[in-house]
């Protein structure tokens, strides 16, 4: 059975906009398994904010313990369904030490096998200095980390259209997250870093070249943003992220399977909430050459997020989960 490492559920207890398929965890566990989807790997981009452009909800108000209180609902979701799901743990990469012990203490739990973080927070990129303790403390942990783009990526102001918004300009700040992060050095500091780009990565395997001559030593003296020289070359570090398939193109998934070759891509789906391409996606996969297909489809999910079959332990009991509840509701009211 296919592991999707790229899934939504609202867990019970919060409420919030989205469609139906968030909010009804059963069926979307059916309609994946009749697609040959065993396990699905779910976590919240916005934590219990919004993924709405222009709500009005700013997602980053969300305090440590907030969010911890929305990552311990995600937990009892999974708990709920342990044959069928697991959890990425939210967090804010710019949120300071708080947020860190947070995530840290959660990892701990058998619930949660990786991060999920914005490519770009309030308009900075993840390449920003300001990322520095969040990838010492991600290469540290040794979990994945599913780069996935926020309610309101870079240039959303100019984009107002929703659905621009969610199929074209967040895949655009994928991509320039990704470069900005390989630009960035951080995965020559941290060579541990395991990255997953959502949406395929956007459009970066077709700027490899680009990256490199954007790294290259320029002659005469510095100028402002210009970021000290790569050891290597931009493009060997490139090749160490993972991408997932939740585009559904035969192009890009071409493209990536290309250029990361057939152990570095995922089966991602996006679904929920985009269920209605779930179908297509699965399909891209199914045609794969036999030696690829289980690679992307299972292997190589299950060697990188180390799923070994589930131990179901016991949900958290009521009292837990109604405070969790309440927390995690305070903050959907943030902005």
Known sequence: MYVDVHGHLAPYGETGGGPPSLRDPEAAIEAKRALGIGMTLIG???????????????????????????NDLMGDLVSRFPEALRGYVYLDPFGGDAMLAMAEDLLRDWRFV???????????????????????????????????????????ASMPDPGLVEHVVRPCDITMSVASIVCGGWLERHPELLLIAAAGGGGIAQLAEKLDL????????????????LLGRASDSLR????????????????NLEFFGPGR???????????????????????????????????????LFDLAPATIRPAPDAGAIAGAAAIAGDAATVG
Do not use: K, W
């Not at 290259?216 to 100028?223: M, V």
């Open 44 to 70: 919240s981009p916005a934590g219990a904010g919004s993924m709405l452009p222009g709500s009005g909800v700013d997602n980053y108000r969300q305090s440590a313990d907030q969010i911890r209180a929305h």
């Open 265 to 303: 891509v995922l089966l991602g789906s996006d679904a929920p909430p985009l269920m209605d391409v779930l179908g297509r996606i699965v399909g891209l996969v199914d045609g794969l050459p036999d030696g690829v297909r289980g690679r992307v489809g299972e292997t190589n999910a299950r060697t």
């Open 114 to 156: 990786g991060l999920i973080v914005n490519t770009s927070i309030r308009d900075e990129y993840l390449g920003s200095p300001r990322a520095a303790d969040f990838f010492a403390f991600a290469a540290r942990a040794g979990v994945p980390v599913l780069l996935h783009p926020p309610a309101e990526p870079v240039g959303t």
């Open 214 to 229: 954007a790294t290259q030593p320029r002659p005469g003296p510095p100028t402002p943003g210009r970021r000290a020289a």
């Open 240 to 255: 160490r992220f993972h991408v997932e398939t939740s585009c559904p193109s035969a192009a890009q998934l071409r493209a």
